[in-house]
């Protein structure tokens, strides 16, 4: 697993339930790993964006992808991307039954179901090189 870079994001990704705990550190590490396998997306920066994990490309070829569990909605966990971005209506077109969405900003994950890897990692590249592509 990559070390945090930040004491305040280990501490919210320790904060979670043990369920969506590994489910986000797993998507967590995705995430890194799609970085380093995409060209353009360079070294990624960490931090906290309105309490959620939050990544994006340190040269801002692409937008923030966050991430969060939230109890009133405890089964599942989410993926968010900039609302005013093609990118979840793309998704949307490209994935229509591997996800659930919500409106033009999330891809909503289950806790119980191994996530679709590949499609995951698509709408990762994506995001983290959204400008580059547009």
């Known amino acids: 697993m990559k070390p945090f870079a930040h004491h305040q994001v280990q501490a919210k990704f320790d904060a979670y339930p043990a369920k969506a705990r590994r ?48 109890a009133k909605d405890p089964l599942n966990y989410a993926m968010y991307f900039h609302c005013q971005t093609s990118l979840v209506a793309m998704f949307r077109t490209m994935f229509p039954h591997d996800f659930a969405f919500q409106g033009n900003r999330a891809l909503i994950l289950k806790l119980e179901d191994e996530p679709p890897q590949d499609a995951v990692a698509i709408c990762i590249a994506a995001a983290l090189t959204y400008h580059l592509k547009k």
Do not use: C, H
Not at 62 to 70: A, E, Q, S, V
């Open 23 to 70: 489910r986000l550190l797993d998507l967590r590490e995705l995430i890194f790993q799609t970085a380093e396998n995409t060209d353009g997306v360079g070294e990624l920066e960490e931090s906290l964006k309105w309490g959620e994990p939050a990544y994006i490309g340190k040269n801002k070829a692409g937008t923030t992808i966050r991430m969060d569990w939230k």
